[in-house]
Every structure is written in structure tokens, then in C-alpha cells.
């Protein structure tokens, strides 16, 4: 399930996955919630996505709590690195995310328009700590470039195959440590 602001990317975010496209121009925001699938392929198992895109505007937000709980298994949320600087609306989906959603969840933040570079609000180093505060997954994202999104999604998938069944001789796989030791990092200028 996508959370986050309106606007911060997250319809974009999933369309750059589902169909390898970036949506510029004219921003319609989503209405209520959406949801599209994709089969991905984790070490030789088809593991099928189904991504919950929530509108990220405040009159909806009685919508996405009635699906917080349906949404069983993973949650990302999105903020915005030109918007503005980390502020009790972020903490506030967070500890809302933990509240409502079930036990045994992931979450992951990550900051996403990392090719806005010159326009950046949000130091790499703040969300990374902002991470920390709650203790998720963190990178930075760019739904135009690309960068980052399908290593995002494929850690969700991994993680969802992990659950349906390990193997006996199989290491327990952390989606912390995998996207530490999968994401590209952002520098000042843009992506290493
Ligand atoms: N430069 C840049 N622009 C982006 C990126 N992702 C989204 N955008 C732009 O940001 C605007 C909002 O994107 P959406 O994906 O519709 O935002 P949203 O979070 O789904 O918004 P709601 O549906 O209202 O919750 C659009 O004009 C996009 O073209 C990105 O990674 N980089």
C-alpha cells in the first residue's frame, strides 16, 4: 500500500513500475484508493503484487484507514525532497501507519523526486534518520529516473515470498539489509 502526501509521486511511482513509464505533465490527483498488479519473478517464484495507491489528499483520508487493515503486508510511505522539511505530518502518517495497520507489517520509507536535486529540501541524511527514529527501510526514489523503484518493489516481493514459505537450507531474508546492500546512492549532483 502507497501513502503519503498528495503529491509526493506516489501514482507516478507505481505507473514507473507497473509499466516502466513516467506520468508528467498535468498532475491528477487519485480519488479515493486504486490498485494495480504485477507478477514478479523472485529466485525462479512468481510472486504476484497487488500495489494499493491511495489518494494522498485529506478527504480521503477516512478512505485509506478503512483499508489499512485489508492491506495486510507491506506499507510505503512517500515524502517529497523538495517539499518541505520533516514535520509532525510525517511522524504523524507513521505512528498512524503502526496504529492502524496489523501486527507484523513492513514499512518503508523513501524519499522520492530525488532527481530534483537543486531543488532538494531534505537531506539524504534526514530521512536516513528519520528511518532510524522508526526503524524501517530508507532510499531515495525517483519515479522520473527511475532510480530506486524497482528495487523497492522487488524487496516487497522478496519479503512476500519469504513469508509464503522458506526453504529448509534458506538464509532469513531482512529487507533491511537487502536494500542497504541493493539501493543507489544520491550525492549532491545527482546518482552515484
Ligand atoms: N521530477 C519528478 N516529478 C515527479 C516524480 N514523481 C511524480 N512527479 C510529478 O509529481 C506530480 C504528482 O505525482 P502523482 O504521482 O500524481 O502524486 P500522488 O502522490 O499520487 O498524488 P495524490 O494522488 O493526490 O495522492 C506529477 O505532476 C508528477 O509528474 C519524480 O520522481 N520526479
Redesign the pocket.
Known amino acids: 500500500m502507497l501513502l503519503?502526501?498528495?503529491?509526493?509521486?506516489?501514482?507516478?511511482?507505481l505507473v514507473r513500475f507497473k509499466d516502466g513509464a513516467?506520468?508528467?505533465?498535468?498532475?491528477?490527483?487519485?480519488v479515493g484508493i486504486d490498485f494495480r498488479n504485477k507478477i514478479v519473478a523472485v529466485d525462479g517464484v512468481k510472486v504476484k503484487l497487488q500495489i494499493w495507491?491511495?489518494?494522498?489528499?485529506e478527504r480521503f483520508r477516512s478512505v485509506t484507514h478503512a483499508y489499512y487493515r485489508d492491506a495486510q503486508d507491506i506499507y510505503i510511505y512517500?515524502y517529497l525532497i523538495t517539499g518541505y522539511a520533516f514535520c509532525d505530518t510525517d511522524r504523524a502518517w507513521l505512528t498512524e501507519i503502526h496504529e492502524y495497520a496489523q501486527q507484523d507489517v513492513v514499512i518503508m520509507l523513501l524519499g522520492?523526486?530525488?532527481?530534483?536535486n537543486n531543488e532538494r529540501v531534505i537531506k539524504q541524511e534526514e530521512g536516513e534518520k528519520l528511518a532510524r527514529e522508526y526503524g524501517v527501510p530508507f532510499m531515495e526514489?525517483?519515479?522520473?529516473?527511475g532510480v530506486n523503484v524497482e528495487l523497492a518493489f522487488l524487496a516487497v516481493a522478496k519479503e512476500l515470498k519469504h513469508r509464503a514459505g522458506r526453504q529448509p537450507n534458506e538464509p532469513k531474508f531482512r529487507i533491511h539489509d537487502y536494500i542497504e546492500s541493493q539501493k543507489k546512492k544520491t550525492s549532491c549532483c545527482g546518482f552515484l
Not at 513516467?22 to 487519485?30: D, H, K, P, V, Y
Not at 522520492?112 to 530534483?116: I, S
Not at 526514489?141 to 529516473?145: F, G, H, I, Q, R
Open positions: 503519503g502526501d498528495s503529491g509526493v509521486g506516489k501514482t507516478c511511482f513516467f506520468l508528467s505533465g498535468t498532475f491528477i490527483a487519485t495507491d491511495t489518494a494522498g489528499q512517500i522520492n523526486k530525488a532527481d530534483m526514489t525517483s519515479a522520473k529516473t
